[in-house]
């Protein structure tokens, strides 16, 4: 079975200063890892998501994490956040297995 | 992309009453919906998932005869919430994954149901 956990509930950062929001996983069996993002009252968006091949995936919004198999990480980044992006994040594997989540709050 | 609408939006009833929440994907297949609870501030909770044309598993500790679920449909799952009750009060949010395609694949999110038992 596979796991995530996100090591941080919340990210506080000032606008157009770099992000990194960690998740890490455990699994015996093929890794399949999604970050979705969360508005207030609404459903989940899907940012990006790793499945094979390249280990640096891009997202959309400007997000690209990184599945690190040697660490077991698969950490979101963002060079320059914006107000925008205060949100609820969360790291995911394949269907049931969703982390805690991470809220980013953005100040200007 | 890939779209999955969700009705109502939001809902206030009594106690005692029964409340019936749509998930539709309206542009895809899906062959399998997940319906799942969100408590504030809180991670996504699944409750079932569904399969069209067959039962509904159910994930431990949820009450089947309580949230009833029906996938009538490879557009269409809804959830019932029976007699509900304040604590039943959530956020409500479904999925749904593309028909054929791989186990794990991505999941499209509806933009949830908020509901309120009074």
């Known amino acids: 079975a596979q796991s995530v956990t996100q090591l941080d509930s919340q990210v506080p950062v000032f606008e157009e200063a770099p992000v990194e929001l960690r998740c890490n996983y455990s699994?015996?069996?093929?890794?399949?890892l999604f970050w979705y993002v969360q508005y207030p009252n609404q459903g989940l968006q899907l940012l990006l998501k790793?499945?094979?091949?390249?280990?640096l995936v891009k997202g959309i919004n400007g997000f690209e994490a990184e599945f690190n198999k040697s660490q077991t990480s698969f950490h979101l980044r963002k060079p320059s956040v914006h107000i925008s992006d205060t949100a609820e994040y969360f790291c995911?594997?394949?269907?049931?297995?969703f982390g805690t989540g991470t809220r980013l709050q953005v100040f200007p | 992309g890939a779209v999955v609408s969700q009705h109502p939006s939001r809902v206030i009833c009594k106690s005692g009453t029964s409340v019936k929440i749509e998930c539709r994907s309206l542009d895809f297949q899906a062959t399998t919906m997940f319906w799942y609870r969100q408590f504030p501030k809180q991670s996504l909770m699944l409750m079932a998932t569904?399969?069209?044309?067959?039962?509904?598993?159910?994930e431990q500790g949820v009450e089947k005869d309580k949230f009833l679920i029906n996938h009538a449909s490879l557009t269409l799952s809804t959830l019932t919430v029976t007699s509900a009750h304040p604590e039943d009060s959530s956020f409500y949010i479904c999925?749904?994954?593309?028909?054929?395609?791989?186990?794990?694949?991505?999941?499209?999110f509806g933009p949830g149901t908020r509901l309120l038992v009074l």
């Open positions: 999925s749904a994954t593309l028909a054929g395609a791989p186990v794990g694949e991505t999941q499209y």
């Open positions: 569904s399969n069209e044309g067959s039962k509904a598993t159910y």
């Open positions: 790793y499945l094979s091949g390249s280990t």
């Open positions: 699994s015996s069996v093929s890794v399949y």
């Open positions: 995911a594997g394949a269907f049931v297995v």
